[in-house]
């Protein structure tokens, strides 16, 4: 139990690391570098936040691990507090959003909302609402332009703060909405009920993800040489705005390999004190989360003249400044945890909650 734990944090310390170098590069940073150090920084975009939702559902499913032991009574209290806490990252996404536009918190409130519902079923029941969110949004996508409320040349949302506006970018075209996204925390607490102690399981949900994630390479490939309509080959090569099908299934194919990866390393270096170190760190996600979009944006922004968002930012210099604001953000886990439990945030939101 404990190394599966201390995996499953390595992997949301990648996770949050990832974030830092996909949001850093977003504001200051040159998305579209052609340099090898520009192509590797966006090579973590998409893969850090789907990994990081996948994680908060199997952070759910780990919390509720128990099944055959609960009664009626302890499965009411769990399913409330999932959903306080899903209440608490709600509201405070929203008061967050104002700050960060492309905030993830308040999706959180809503794939937890679901995810209550669903926590005590059987784990079969994870997959087919994962395959109803991303049918959902396809379905959603042939009624609606993906591209109503959006101004893609300043990435801005329009009409978010109207009622019609909200509900379609929080369900349907935001950055990280509920359909398909949940898709992602629903594959988590599958994920979150399997025995990580088998070397089967590991085993398979490897290879599964690897060959989710060759195909949809394989197909992006192979449609750069075939005869396709614009809006097919939109479908197949879509990086994030739109999540489609290809999109969702590679991620989802990432996300299992680096899970399992975590996993299986953790089995050999659960006991070294880095490794314990970086484990914490991952505990802190939602405090690092926003320290690295609060503090971490407004030094880079000093260190760039105050003068942010024109791209001027080098690749390398996002990505030491990446490096840096991880390490800073181990050291302070490390000696945050000598006093405390939890990080300020995650404590904050167990002491409303619980």
Do not use: C
Not at 123 to 151: C, D, R
């Amino acid at each position: 139990m404990k190394n599966r734990i201390i995996g499953f944090d390595l992997a949301r310390a990648y996770a949050i690391f990832g974030m830092f170098i996909v949001n850093f590069n977003m504001v200051l940073g040159h998305h579209e570098d052609p340099s090898v150090i520009g192509r590797f920084l966006v090579l973590f975009s998409g893969h850090s936040s789907t990994v990081f939702v996948m994680l908060a559902g199997m952070g759910v499913a780990l919390m509720t691990n128990r099944l055959q032991e609960y009664t009626s009574e302890d499965r009411k209290r769990l399913r409330n507090i999932i959903l306080k806490r899903a209440a608490f990252l709600f509201f405070f996404g929203m008061f967050f959003y104002f700050w960060w536009p492309a905030d993830i918190l308040h999706l959180y409130g809503g794939y937890m909302s679901i995810g209550a519902l669903l926590v005590f079923m059987d784990k079969k029941y994870y997959l087919m609402a994962a395959a109803i969110a991303i049918v959902i949004f396809h379905v959603l996508l042939l009624i609606i332009p993906f591209e109503t409320g959006w101004n893609f040349a300043t990435f801005e949302y329009t009409d978010f703060l109207s009622i019609p506006g909200f509900l379609r970018n929080t369900f349907y075209n935001g950055w990280n909405p509920i359909f398909p996204w949940f898709a992602y925390f629903a594959i988590g607490l599958y994920l979150g009920r399997l025995n990580w102690t088998q070397k089967n399981t590991l085993r398979t949900i490897f290879f599964t993800g690897l060959i989710l994630y060759l195909f949809i390479k394989g197909l992006r490939y192979g449609s750069t040489f075939m005869n396709l309509n614009p809006e097919t080959r939109e479908f197949i090569n879509a990086d994030y705005l739109p999540p489609t099908l290809p999109f969702v299934l590679s991620t989802i194919g990432f996300g299992m390999m680096l899970i399992t990866v975590f996993m299986l390393i953790s089995q050999y270096i659960s006991e070294k004190s880095w490794a314990t170190d970086l484990a914490k760190t991952g505990q802190m996600t939602l405090t690092h989360y926003v320290s690295h979009l609060s503090i971490g944006l407004i030094v880079l922004a000093l260190f760039q003249n105050g003068q942010p968002g024109k791209n001027e930012v080098s690749p390398l210099y996002i990505l030491l400044y990446s490096i840096g604001f991880f390490i800073l953000s181990i050291l302070f886990s490390k000696f945050w945890s000598k006093k405390f439990k939890q990080g300020p945030l995650e404590m904050l939101m167990r002491k409303i909650t619980d």
